[in-house]
């Protein structure tokens, strides 16, 4: 199915696009909110700038996607593939990425709010900047993952990996960090209470 199709079928009233394939197929800019796409082929798509507010992805292979600035708010991506994904200042508020990979992918200034990124893989992933405030982290695998300013701010680490993480300047205020193995985590210049430093900004770790 190439691009053409799909939205003229989608502007018909059609909705239910179930493992259709769209490898690398340019989307980019396009209003497909609630579309269902769960299974979907979308390998290398591109939807940069595109509306897909509660659409159905649940399983769809979206690797090394081009999803930047990309609003996916409150969208369904349970065991999608998001692989080396670009996710530049995408909107994933209130996403479900229940189990979801994200291995290498780039979530730099993403806003990841109260997103349940339960059992997600995050290893190696960039989340410079992302905002992450309110995320259910809970078994998450961030295995040298960059989160240089993020703001993780009530968010459930519970059981998460995060050895090799980059904590730098990130907001840890107020986060559940039971069974977390912080060994070798460097959390100095990290904001970790609800007091900040008047110098730095930021409370050193103990």
Not at 15 to 40: D, M, R, W, Y
Not at 86 to 94: C, D, E, H, V, Y
Not at 141 to 169: E, M, R
Request: proline share 1%; aromatic share 6%; with cysteine.
């Amino acid at each position: 199915m190439d691009a053409d199709e799909l939205l003229n079928r989608y502007r018909a009233g059609e909705k239910n696009f179930t493992q259709v394939s769209l490898h690398s197929v340019n989307l980019s800019e396009v209003c497909i909110p609630g579309i269902n796409l769960a299974g979907a082929n979308l390998v290398k798509a591109t939807l940069s700038h595109a509306n897909l507010r509660g659409a159905n992805l649940i399983e769809a292979n979206l690797t090394a996607a081009s999803l930047w600035r990309t609003d996916l708010t409150e969208a369904n991506l349970i065991w999608a593939n998001l692989k080396a994904a670009n996710l530049i200042r995408a909107n994933l508020t209130k996403v479900d990425l229940h189990k979801a990979s994200l291995t290498k992918a780039d979530l730099r200034l993403a806003n990841l709010r109260n997103a349940d990124l339960s059992g997600v893989n995050l290893a190696g992933a960039d989340l410079s900047y992302a905002n992450l405030s309110g995320a259910f982290l809970a078994g998450a695998n961030l295995w040298g993952a960059n989160l240089t300013g993020a703001n993780l701010s009530k968010t459930d680490l519970s059981h998460c990996i995060l050895t090799k993480a980059i904590l730098f300047k990130t907001d840890l205020t107020y986060v559940d960090f039971t069974e977390v193995d912080l060994t070798d985590v460097d959390l100095h210049y990290c904001l970790v209470s609800g007091e900040t430093s008047p110098e730095k900004g930021l409370l050193e770790a103990v």
